[in-house]
């Protein structure tokens, strides 16, 4: 086992596509060709997680918050960073975190949340945008099936919970073959040809692109294949920040805070004025959701989960919705059971331990 089957595993799970601009997910410390004994996952790497790992006979940590955010200009043991660095190169430990990409997939930090609070009929609180193509080309008729499935089996085609899907509209094709071409149809330098083509039109995730095009290439028969592969702005519903869900049944506030806090295993849940009514719908967003607050009341939720809420912004609640701030920590904790569960259905039989340490740096009397 190398580190890069482990990043694989992860990646095709959370392509590296969906992490935001300011993120640095990815392999932080190590080589990719590296053998792997075992695998240490933790929410943060920490001195204290890295002794771990050495205690426990893991060479490689996954994490969900990367070590590095910005560049290094030395590396001598200034902090606790410079140290880890140090320390996981001296050991041959490799270091890998997957963040906002994890956050952004559908059954990622977010949905985790969920499961735990027990909310059902799902969905993204704020769908990505600009994460979408439209790829057009043109196959003769013959060979538009075997050219659909390809595309199809790479990814393409996907809305929501429907697969190979696709639009296609028959037309004449045109074209003569140059000096030093090898048509399919046709001769060398031979006159004008017109064929029976259909023009193809899938739906393409950015993290896919290349791999369809790559299928398109292979299955296609012409030797120059004609396509347009363009940006559109619709939002991908499985795709984005925050999720949002309902309770099976509607609850009362207060039962719902103690609710959370039991659930989440929240020490303490910072929240505004209760409003007197049910709760049935919830938003949730690990990590700092405060971006969300305004998506959230829009979908009519009653309460909104998330964490690092400043004193000024939870006036922003204005009696519309019910913000809860169950601590960074608390609402991406158990992120590392979804690294468990990517690696262990991938390789059933390999060593993947979850760290026993808490790396929550806030502490409440």
Partial sequence: MQVQDIIQAIETYAPPAYQEGYDNSGL???NRQAEVKAVLIALDVTEAVLDEALQRGANMIVAHHPLLFSGLKQISGRNYIERIVMKAIKNDISIYACHTNLDNVRNGVNAKICEKLGLQHTAILAPMADSLYKLYTYAPTAAADAVRDAMFAAGAGEIGRYYECSFNTPGTGTFRPGEGTNPAIGQTGGPREEVNEVKIEVLVDKARRSQVLKALFAA????EVAYEMIAISNTNQDLGAGMVGELAEPMDET???QHIKNNMKADCVRHTRLLGRKVK???VCGGSGSFLLKEA???????FITADFKYHQF???ESRIVIADIGHYESEQF???IFLDIINRKFPNFATLLSNLSTNPVNYF
């Fill in 315 to 317: 006036f922003d609640a």
């Fill in 28 to 30: 932080q410390v190590g």
């Fill in 220 to 223: 296609h028969p012409y030797e």
């Fill in 297 to 303: 009341i829009r979908g009519g939720a009653d309460f």
């Fill in 255 to 257: 039962a719902f805070l």
């Fill in 281 to 283: 719908k919830v938003a």
């Fill in 335 to 337: 992120t590392s059971e």
